[in-house]
């Protein structure tokens, strides 16, 4: 009974530390990707379409290097987040928050120079009668942030993500090196970290389909509010849209299966103690 409990107990452990491997792993992976595909974005252009990557820390680009037209590559091929943002902003949907991976621009804001991530929304500030108020230091009319208070929650969490993983990485170390049987749930919380991943990534995506009052609602006024593509195919005006899970999505969900693993060889393990 005694060395039953005590495979048990390492085998808890050995899962535990596994799954503190593939949290630290999965942090840098793909999780998912999103892509466009029109007749304007041809296969021999854009092989994957206009395709972006979520990554736990941000939104990234998902494209390859596009051979026929060198006006709009880099060494690192074509830039299809900023292609995919222009197209999104066409039809009034907020910019793509891009986490970590977003750029900070210095604008004179409020007659002081001041850093502004890239996707930040401003208008322009008009008195009673609808008239551009002209700010007396610049000469130019003048702006208000007018970002949605969404937009700057999710870039806070991607930004901070890193913590966030630490204190998970933490939680599991404490399941890991404690005896309780009640200390289950230190491995539980990480072990919900794909489903975490979901909702954050369906419930952004029901809120960019929903806010598309950027500027009016765009070009394509009759654009009503809708749900993007969150897995398989759809369309969207004359784009076909296509998503699925990434290979990191994968190890997300071993992550899952290993801690609750881990959790159930921990409570066999005690309970055979108990049996002594």
Same mark, same amino acid.
């Given at each position: 009974?005694?060395?039953?409990?005590?495979?048990?107990?390492?085998?808890?452990?050995?899962?535990?530390?596994?799954? =503190? @491997?593939?949290? !630290?792993? &999965? $942090?840098?992976?793909? %999780?998912?990707?999103?892509?466009?595909?029109?007749?304007? /974005?041809?296969?021999?252009?854009?092989?994957?379409?206009?395709?972006?990557?979520?990554?736990?820390?941000?939104?990234?680009?998902?494209?390859?290097?596009?051979?026929?037209?060198?006006?709009?590559?880099?060494?690192?091929?074509?830039?299809?987040?900023?292609?995919?943002?222009?197209?999104?902003?066409?039809?009034?949907?907020?910019?793509?928050?891009?986490?970590?991976?977003?750029?900070?621009?210095?604008?004179?804001?409020?007659?002081?120079?001041?850093?502004?991530?890239?996707?930040?929304?401003?208008?322009?500030?008009?008195?009673?009668?609808?008239?551009?108020?002209?700010?007396?230091?610049?000469?130019?009319?003048?702006?208000?942030?007018?970002?949605?208070?969404?937009?700057? =929650? @999710?870039?806070? !969490?991607? &930004? $901070?993500?890193?913590? %966030?993983?630490?204190?998970?990485?933490?939680?599991?170390? /404490?399941?890991?090196?404690?005896?309780?049987?009640?200390?289950?749930?230190?491995?539980?919380?990480?072990?919900?970290?794909?489903?975490?991943?979901?909702?954050?990534?369906?419930?952004?995506?029901?809120?960019?389909?929903?806010?598309?009052?950027?500027?009016?609602?765009?070009?394509?006024?009759?654009?009503?509010?809708?749900?993007?593509?969150?897995?398989?195919?759809?369309?969207?005006?004359?784009?076909?849209?296509?998503?699925?899970?990434?290979?990191?999505?994968?190890?997300?969900?071993?992550?899952?299966?290993?801690?609750?693993?881990?959790?159930?060889?921990?409570?066999?393990?005690?309970?055979?103690?108990?049996?002594?």
């Amino acid at each position: 009974m005694e060395n039953k409990s005590n495979k048990f107990g390492l085998l808890y452990k050995l899962f535990g530390v596994i799954g =503190v @491997l593939l949290i !630290i792993a &999965v $942090y840098f992976m793909p %999780i998912w990707w999103v892509a466009l595909q029109s007749h304007q /974005y041809p296969k021999s252009m854009y092989p994957k379409g206009i395709r972006i990557e979520f990554k736990y820390d941000g939104v990234y680009n998902g494209c390859e290097g596009v051979q026929e037209r060198a006006e709009i590559t880099t060494n690192e091929g074509a830039d299809c987040l900023m292609e995919m943002t222009a197209i999104n902003h066409y039809i009034g949907m907020y910019p793509i928050v891009q986490g970590t991976n977003s750029r900070v621009f210095e604008e004179l804001k409020e007659g002081q120079i001041k850093p502004v991530p890239e996707y930040y929304v401003f208008d322009t500030k008009r008195d009673a009668n609808g008239e551009d108020i002209i700010d007396p230091k610049t000469g130019s009319p003048e702006q208000i942030n007018v970002t949605p208070q969404y937009l700057k =929650v @999710l870039n806070g !969490i991607l &930004v $901070y993500s890193k913590y %966030i993983f630490s204190f998970l990485i933490l939680l599991l170390l /404490y399941f890991i090196v404690t005896p309780k049987k009640q200390n289950s749930v230190f491995a539980f919380l990480p072990a919900l970290l794909p489903f975490y991943f979901l909702f954050l990534y369906m419930y952004s995506m029901y809120w960019y389909g929903h806010h598309l009052d950027l500027h009016g609602g765009g070009a394509f006024a009759g654009i009503k509010p809708f749900m993007p593509t969150i897995f398989g195919h759809g369309k969207v005006a004359q784009f076909e849209t296509v998503a699925y899970p990434y290979y990191g999505f994968l190890v997300d969900f071993m992550v899952f299966v290993v801690l609750i693993f881990a959790i159930l060889f921990k409570r066999k393990s005690i309970a055979l103690q108990g049996n002594k």
